[in-house]
């Protein structure tokens, strides 16, 4: 399965992500065991397209059994996470937020790590650190959605009001899951980068209690789901 399912990836949606880990392969070496078992993590922007990696997935793992002469047993989810559905009113008071915090201050010995770090990865560019607040964005259209983190924060969305901040506490333009992401961690860069988005989380957790309006829209906007009991 793992094989057809490595030459059918070329075939499916960019923003597709899916991993797998053989869970049960035998005991023992130079012995075809009994059972086997592979545990698959189909990742995608919205239900549909992940519901769809679950079908070809399934006739996958048929097909495996009809060219190894072997019976397929069963086939169950372990877990799911429901796409992320934030909430703008929150977004844009934490903006405001950020925008009053503003970046830290960087030393000279902080971005010229940074760039240090950047040229070594072999960045084209080597801007360093940000010393400028970006705009709130609006997102991309679905047509240039290419994904983005994986976590069950989007079950949490849809019934509580839930926005994300990612704040300065890294080297920026670095590649994810590479060991350069960790360099910043052992500096005052980290330290500078939490400390500010704490400022910011504390003050936009102060507008929600002290701004009642603030509160309204954010229901309005939410559409929160009421939880099962």
Known sequence: MNAGWNYRREHLRLPHRSHYVIVDGGDQPNVVPRTASVW????????????????VGNKMAEGATLM??????????????WPRHFNKPVAVAMYDNIKQVGLPWWSEADQTLARAVQRELGNERTPGLDTAVAKIDTGVPPEQNRGGGSDDI????WVVPTVTLRYPSNIPGLPGHNWSSAIAMAT?????????GAKVTAM??????????????QKRTSGMCKPRT
């Not at 190894?68 to 996470?81: C, E, I, K, N, Q």
């Not at 989007?154 to 969305?157: L, R």
């Open 40 to 55: 698959y993590y189909f990742r995608e922007i919205d239900y549909p397209h992940i519901k769809e990696l679950w079908e």
């Open 204 to 217: 936009t957790l102060l507008d929600l209690f002290t701004k009642p309006a603030l509160v309204d829209r």
């Open 154 to 157: 989007g079950d949490i969305s």
């Open 188 to 196: 005052p860069i980290a330290h500078k980068g939490a400390t500010a």
């Open 68 to 81: 190894t002469g072997t019976t397929l047993d069963t086939m169950r989810v372990l877990g799911a996470a």
